[in-house]
């Protein structure tokens, strides 16, 4: 455990904005999580090692992991943001065809996805280069290029924080459809931590994953791999390292590096309507985007298309940039403080709106 205090949140996520933090703690393990937990909501002292802080409780805690989909606020947060640091991966069973693998929360997303290409397993190598980490995956119910966590998920453990103990939650229990799941939306949310996932992924010689691809991706492969491997592939599942590879390059080029450029990776959901909603569906269509069907019975279409005939990609507003190679995203080129930010989300939305007749929602969340 490793305890400071004023820390600018800016410092901790992607986007560079907010201002500081009391107190923020970093974790090892699931049990310095409970103790800081229970620290903040009742009061107390708390050690490191080396500093002693006092609470007279209880203090709002916010769990952060990469920092990649989270913004601060100007006036920061006045209680614990709490770092998740656990970090492992481990084959928990297998058998000849598929095989858990559990992570623990603070382990970076890629090096999960990569040690399970490395080992020739199937079903997350499409989620390649996503920033963050294993535990926030879950609660966004991460997806890329046809593929989302809810799919290989088996179960979380997580710090139930009103009943102060560990729990198993099953897929079924998280409820997790598009960016939403039990952790983040509805009565419950918030109350759960996870502390470690456990997926089921498939030997990719027995179950590797087969057209169709999304454009970009079927594009990178049909430059890139001959028509005998191509063939070969369609017929027997591609293998995890191809896919990862194309993935990885195609999110390289089209998207910033949150290291190198401020930015919080998609700044903007996609947009979803039932089938059934006549009138959505009139406005997708007037659009002139592509309307997707979805294998729950929904249909989606790209927020970053109507941005983009919208007239904003590769505008600078209030000091964001539109990033001209995928719309959804906004680099932080110039901002200086949330207001900034809020003042170019509202220029976007309310064009999109007169425009499109669709109102967009932010992705990322944010720390109150």
Not at 306 to 325: C, N, P, Q, T, Y
Request: with cysteine; hydrophobic share 40%.
């Amino acid at each position: 455990m490793k305890i400071r205090e004023n820390v600018l949140i800016s410092e901790l996520t992607t986007m560079r904005l907010g201002g500081e933090a009391r107190y923020v703690i970093e974790v090892d393990n699931k049990w310095q999580l409970k103790t800081v937990i229970d620290w903040a909501e009742d009061g107390g002292e708390l050690s490191d090692g080396k500093k002693i802080i006092q609470s007279e409780g209880p203090l709002p805690w916010f769990v952060l992991g990469g920092g990649a989909n989270t913004i601060g606020r100007d006036e920061g947060f006045p209680g614990v943001i709490i770092l998740m640091r656990e970090n492992w991966i481990d084959i928990i069973d297998a058998t000849e065809e598929n095989v858990m693998v559990a992570a623990g929360a603070g382990t970076v997303w890629d090096d999960f996805v990569r040690f399970t290409v490395e080992h020739n397993f199937s079903g997350v190598e499409c989620l390649a280069k996503i920033p963050g980490t294993v535990g926030a995956a879950p609660v966004q119910n991460i997806g890329a290029y046809g593929q989302e966590v809810s799919q290989t998920i088996d179960h979380v453990e997580a710090y139930d924080t009103v009943a102060r103990e560990f729990v198993i939650l099953g897929r079924d229990e998280m409820k997790m459809s598009y960016r939403e799941t039990l952790f983040n939306t509805g009565p419950e949310a918030g109350r759960y931590i996870i502390t470690s996932v456990a997926f089921i992924l498939y030997d990719a010689d027995f179950e590797g994953m087969r057209p169709p691809f999304y454009n970009s991706l079927q594009k990178y492969l049909d430059e890139n791999l001959g028509a005998k491997d191509k063939e070969i592939y369609n017929l027997e599942g591609y293998p995890p390292e191809v896919l990862y590879n194309g993935v990885s390059a195609i999110r390289g080029d089209k998207l910033p590096d949150p290291s190198v450029s401020a930015s919080s990776g998609s700044f903007f959901r996609n947009i979803y309507f039932e089938s059934s909603n006549t009138e959505a569906l009139a406005l997708a269509e007037k659009s002139g985007c592509k309307i997707y069907d979805k294998p729950d019975g929904r249909k989606m279409i790209n927020t970053g298309a109507l941005i983009e005939k919208a007239g904003f990609s590769g505008k600078l507003l209030h000091g964001m940039r539109v990033s001209e190679k995928a719309s959804l995203v906004l680099i932080n080129e110039s901002a200086k403080s949330y207001a900034d930010l809020a003042a170019a989300r509202a220029e976007i939305s309310a064009g999109v709106l007169d425009k499109f007749g669709f109102e967009i929602r932010q992705e990322p969340v944010e720390i109150v």
